[in-house]
């Protein structure tokens, strides 16, 4: 099946993402924008994104990559080992939303269409960053501004 990859993070000013396994902050609006934009989308995300959420985001594929051929990820995700797996699923839809965390979005930068950003205000105490990507990424298509965050939508 094709399909296309889209980013989905929120960071803020350092473009710090995590802390200690998990967000550097609680957000109720992001989390509800995050539910809004993922619902009915295959989300794809790291073994370590995946046990920090401790279950399944229901409505959605939860599709895990993990180097470990034994892990055994929550009942009702979907493990793959690498990339080229991704061909081999029966997607609910061909848009997939990459979730991360830092090391999925590092290796998957370079192949996502379009990337969703809250972009949450000031700086936190954070161990794991997004990378850098205005580079790449130079077209804001869309903008919503909330209490803690901006949300953009960029495009190549
Ligand atoms: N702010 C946000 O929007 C956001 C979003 C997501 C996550 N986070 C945060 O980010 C942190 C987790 O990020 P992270 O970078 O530490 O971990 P991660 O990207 O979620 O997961 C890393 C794991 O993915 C697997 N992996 C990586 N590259 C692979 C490859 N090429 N092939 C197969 N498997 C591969 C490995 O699993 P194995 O070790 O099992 O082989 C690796 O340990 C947490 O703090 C989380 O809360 C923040």
Do not use: C
Request: without cysteine; aromatic residues 8%.
């Amino acid at each position: 099946m094709k399909f296309t990859l889209t980013g989905v993070v929120a960071m803020d000013d350092d473009r710090a993402i995590g802390y200690r396994g998990g967000l550097p902050w609680h957000l109720a609006e992001d989390l509800r924008l995050f539910k809004r934009i993922t619902m009915g989308h295959p989300i794809l995300m790291g073994r370590r994104t995946h046990e920090s959420m401790g279950r399944l985001l229901p409505g959605r594929q939860n599709i895990v990559l993990t180097r470990s051929l034994a892990y055994r990820a929550a009942e009702g995700a979907i493990v793959i080992h690498s990339l080229a797996e991704l061909e081999h699923i029966n997607l609910q839809d061909p848009e997939v939303m990459v979730i991360g965390g830092a090391q999925i979005y590092s290796i998957l930068l370079s192949q996502l269409n379009k990337l969703h950003v809250s972009h949450v205000h000031g700086s936190h105490e954070a161990d794991t960053f997004f990378p850098p990507f205005a580079g790449q990424f130079p077209h804001i298509i869309a903008e919503e501004r909330y209490t803690e965050f901006i949300f953009r939508t960029y495009s190549r």
